[in-house]
């Protein structure tokens, strides 16, 4: 008998059709005004072939015990009995906690997981790690991770950021000119971590084309901004943004279009600045010719450009990717620069934000109060390394690095413990993530898939989907609370990761310290009660729990919609200063100068990147990649799924070339290509255009890492994963995020019999 059930994805709300015990079919929520076609992928990927149905351990690890890593991603695995399995990992987990101590285990949960605010992996490992006595963690993120460190020491917190921040709604209604630095991509905003329910962009974008607002897009790709908005494209150069900020500046100082009684009275450090912008500090002028032959736009332009920034109430905005590339602080210091030279800071519609198209929610009205979310508690041991730094610890155990002003050794780590997320998706340079993977005693992985991460596993745990589970959808950007029913049962032997480690925290004595003595439906009910309580104080009121949950959603009031960020600031400056060292926005950071770093300046400057078209390495690799998130999936998730299987070319990731790099190549549209440089090479299906701009390729991220010898470095990948071509050093002392948009490549037709992809299907097994 067919039935429905609501639920809720990252990349929106839906229900479910099931029949027979199998999820059928979904439709979009009823009140979703833009849904996304990513809702398609979810039928197919919840009964995919690629589902790891049982526990298994690699037949190498459970022959030869822990230390034998260099069959990872080689080896066949063996299935075994959840007794078994669970036997084997808490043996684990009190072998390297009695032998090198906690700070041998890493609690490798970087990602998005998936939706649910309960079973929300990351949250639940690290709880049930910090209980059995802590772990090494990761600080920070790869989606905006130099931003992290160091946007608060310019203006004082993340909110230009993460939010809130100037709405679409202020926008529309005070904005002359909007400046979009990596554009503003509807794909990105499809998608939100917890939920995307509200898709509000696309009414947004017809709002702000009805208003006429004049709209910029400076990006190697003219599709990151959509038709509707009819934006100028402006074809910069990747990475080399941070230099035509600085020639826009240059102009609105010498042609008197710039406010000086803004930067007086609300930056500290223009002074300082100046005299590099001017060049009497080196004897470079950052004029509109010297960023003209940096970035490939015509002085002419940049020219024209800065005048109607200054005529118009103008509101200028940085995507995330700008600051995944090498010294990519610099670029958004560069931004803030700009902004506070127009000196439209805190005016309604006028300033900056950073994010504006990287994800869904940002730039929405904020809401009353924030919805419920489950604490990861503290980690005993207070040890934490940026997220993007993984295989440096790996490769170099006891070394010592910068981060933020502060010296951070990297730890010995024998055992990872992995739930939610890809780190081969996310991390860079893949042949040398391979190697230091290789390293660990014991790599234990919860996963619903076979990605690659669960196939360089030694222990795998099949995980639930959202749909074989119950939970709470929510995200601090989005005004709905959704139900997530249980539609089906697990399939296969999988389990959640809540009852999985609440059965290894009973065999290790933690128990009580990790579910605090509540099941799934206790604590569900204590997250939303506990939520309800806020909301009394906003004067709103929740319904109880059981008629939210016969109602299936609940929204959020709104806040102010028109809404600016730094309005208060701009008015009063000294009772509203901000969190800076000054209390204002700092031009020159005399924290950043203390700090010492060789390679972050403490003001805006253009540092080359260690690759890009203007280095020597481009004679060599003469395109800049660029690895985009893709608009069939989210990150690597659904990738077996056919929406994204759709958008395959060749049966590989398309990449994106301008018709006369690929006519220079003799590559045509749909051609087998092979893109490789120093560090590794990738096969993809090529889509030949002119919507990127010359010595530029787009390569989306997220397709499973597929190599022709699994567990082989330097194998090729046959599928079309990024990381097997980007670089893999940190932006900075100071931010050590990661640099994947900085990466030079060469690209040829594929001459000769292509291997077949197979990374969709199971893995070998073998008998015990």
Known sequence: MAASFRNSSHWGAFLAD?????????????????????????AASVHAKARVERPMVR??????????????????????????ALELVAGELARVKETYSNEAIFGGSYGWASAGIFHYARTQLRRFLFAYGGCVDQSANYSFG?????????????????GPMTTWPAVVKHTGMLVLFGGVNLKNTQVARGGCVAHARLPYFQQIADAGIDVVNVSPCRDDAPDLLKPQWVPVRPNTDAALMLGLCHTLIIEDLHDPKFLESHCVGYDRVRPYLMGESDGQPKDSDWAAAITGI????????????????????????LQRADHGEQTYWALILLASVLGQIGLPGGGFTFGYGSSGGLGDPDMLFNPPSLSGGSNPINYAIPAARIADALLEPGKVIGHNGKKITYPDIKLIYWAGGNPFH??????????????????????????????????????????ERNDIGSNGRDPYLMVMEKAIEPVGEARNDFDILSDLARR????AAFAEGRDENEWLRFLYDSCRQGAQTNQVAMPDFDSFWKQGWFEIPKADEDFTLYTEFRADPKAKKLRTRSGRVELYCERIAKMGYDDCPPQPTWIEPAEWLGSEKADRFPLHMISSQPKTRLHSQMDCGPVSGADKVAGREPVAINSADAA???????????????????????????????????????????PVEG??????????????????????????????????????????????????????????
């Open 298 to 321: 015509d002085a002419a332009t940049i020219r024209d450009l800065a005048r109607r920034m200054a005529s118009k109430r103008t509101l200028v905005s940085a995507a995330w990717s």
């Open 59 to 84: 037949e190498g690890w459970l022959k030869n015990g822990p230390g034998s890593g260099e069959g990872r991603g080689a080896e066949p695995f063996v299935a075994v009995s959840w007794e078994k």
């Open 508 to 511: 290790l004595g933690c128990e």
């Open 18 to 42: 099931v029949e027979g015990g199998r999820v059928t079919g979904v439709r979009p929520f009823e009140q979703d005004p833009d849904p996304s076609p990513m809702l398609g992928a979810i």
């Open 664 to 706: 220079s190549r003799g590559i045509s549209d749909g051609d087998l290509v092979r893109l490789f440089n120093d560090r590794g090479a990738c096969l993809a299906g090529a889509i030949v255009t002119d919507d990127v701009r010359p010595g530029a390729v787009r390569l989306y991220t997220g397709a499973w890492y597929d």
């Open 146 to 162: 130099a931003a992290t460190a160091f946007v608060p020491h310019i203006v004082g917190d993340l909110k230009s950021v993460t």
């Open 426 to 467: 996310h991390h860079q340079d893949i042949n040398r993530l391979l190697k230091g993977w290789q390293r660990p005693e014991t790599i234990i992985v919860h996963e619903p898939w076979w990605t690659a991460t669960a196939r360089h596993a030694d222990i795998v745990l099949p995980a639930t989907t959202t749909l």
């Open 711 to 768: 567990g082989k470095i330097g194998s090729l990948d046959r599928h079309g994963n990024p990381n097997m071509l980007t670089l893999d050093k940190g932006t900075s002392q100071l931010g050590q995020g990661p640099i994947a948009q900085t990466a030079l490549v060469q690209i040829e037709r594929y001459e000769g019999d292509a291997p077949a992809v197979s990374v969709f299907e199971p893995p070998e097994t073998v008998s015990a």
